[in-house]
């Protein structure tokens, strides 16, 4: 199947590692171009040379607000154009409710939930017919995940501003889409696994409870990011897509 992703161009942002990188990943390996962001400059270039000749790197953090902007701008300037973003996030600090301090959610707020909203809009104002808008949420959009009280809070307001946004730009012929990933393979939910006294116990346990048995790969995540980013999915908007194995049991 051709996604129609050939010499399409993205900004990936937190694409060093983790989700947002197997994102760039499945879209380079399909022909698009994309740059991608991250707060250190050294790894960000490390990690845009290896994506290729097709990736460009920019150290950059969601939290200033001039990020949005240069972002664009630069997408243009080594690309020549600009067809859609892929806001991702490293996931707020963890803890419960009693343990998280103010800083710790001043500091997510800017980055995790204001800066997203200021690419997303800073996009809308600047995509035209055929644009798309994603957002790498959590399954926390639906259900709380205990010791993640900060993303608990944050992911659903984002999910219900992406869906707001939808209805915005819908009439341009904008989309915006939202992968609300769960047990992933990262580093970041095996640091999460680690947190328990048996890491590996915590680990069979949440296997035990997904309908496939395991955790899901980058991969596998970058795959389905790809295509929702694609002009394949030109009628899917407003969507958020659980991607947990069949974690989530509601419809």
Known sequence: MDLGLKDRVYVITGATRGLGNAAARALVADGAKVLITGRDEKTVAEA??????????LAADNADPAVAGRLIAAAREH????????????????GFAADNTDEQWESAFESVFLGAVRLA????????????????????VHEPIPGLTISNGLRPGLAGFAKSLADEVGPRGIRVVGLLPSRIDTDRVRQLDALSADPEAARAGHESRIPLRRYGTPEEFGRTAAFFLSPAASYLTGVMLPVDGGARHGF
């Open 48 to 57: 845009a040379a290896e994506l290729g000749d097709n990736a460009r790197g």
């Open 121 to 140: 809009r800073s996009a809308a104002a600047e995509l035209g017919e055929g644009g798309v808008i994603g957002f790498v949420l959590s399954a926390s």
């Open 79 to 94: 690309f020549g154009r600009f067809d859609g973003v892929l806001i991702s996030v490293g996931g707020p600090a963890p």
